[in-house]
């Protein structure tokens, strides 16, 4: 996809240029996006689930850090904007309990 339509463009500082290398308009992507899910489910026999969006959100989820580290990772001006993209799941600590108990069958 990209190859097609980014053959001799310059991309000018965009992580992901229109088709004439300057930025991309949003409706253009979405149906670059949309046509791309849909080839993928063809090929794999499934439905694509998600948004382009969602490789934001796994992207921090992701990453090893801290939120301080995650937002300089992401490129956001606050932890806030990244609390919202980052879906990890937070571990409460234990009160030293083991994590599985063993039940000894009877016979």
């Not at 992507?29 to 026999?45: E, I, Q, V």
């Amino acid at each position: 996809l990209a190859h097609r339509h980014f053959a001799n463009k310059s991309a000018a500082g965009y992580i992901i240029p229109s088709p004439s290398g300057g930025r991309m308009n949003k409706k253009t992507f979405n149906t670059w996006w949309n046509n791309a899910k849909k080839a993928a489910a063809l090929s794999l026999g499934r439905e694509i689930p998600g948004t382009f969006h969602d490789i934001k959100a796994k992207a921090i989820s992701d990453y090893d850090g801290s939120s301080r580290d995650k937002q300089l990772f992401s490129g956001h001006k606050t932890e806030g904007q990244v609390s919202a993209y980052d879906r990890k799941v937070k571990i409460s600590p234990t009160l030293e309990f083991p994590l599985e108990v063993q039940h000894k069958s009877i016979k």
